[in-house]
């Protein structure tokens, strides 16, 4: 649902982000064309698999720069000598459209 001119908030109702995701790219497609910027917010989702799947069809589709990040739990001590978890894994993607040699957008975005 919109929920700003450049803000659309996507429920996963306790189950996986990806679907959630995939259900907010229309509205925030139209968003970050309209405003120049756009964030597309889940909330109440149990699992975030790879960040990649979300992120490279915003750029080889729609020619958008787009990003993802997300909170995780800590898993991994810091090196050397660490002994408590502090950070998470995989806490970001990145997808920059590029152009194919005859000048439309690459299906294979940076």
């Known amino acids: 649902r919109s929920v700003a001119p450049g803000c659309v908030l996507s429920d996963a109702r306790g189950g996986f982000a990806t679907p959630a995701c995939l259900a907010g790219h229309p509205q925030l497609v139209e968003k970050a064309k309209a405003n120049g910027v756009a964030v597309l917010l889940i909330k109440r989702a149990h699992h975030f698999a790879a960040l990649w799947p979300d992120v490279e069809p915003l750029a080889a589709r729609h020619g958008l720069v ?7 739990k800590a898993f991994v001590a ?4 660490g002994h408590h978890p502090i950070y998470g ?10 152009r194919a040699a005859d000048g439309s957008l690459s299906p294979e975005p940076l």
């Open 66 to 72: 787009a990003m993802a990040f997300l909170n995780s």
């Open 89 to 98: 894994t995989n806490p970001m993607a990145f997808a920059c459209p590029r």
């Open 78 to 81: 810091h090196w050397p000598g």
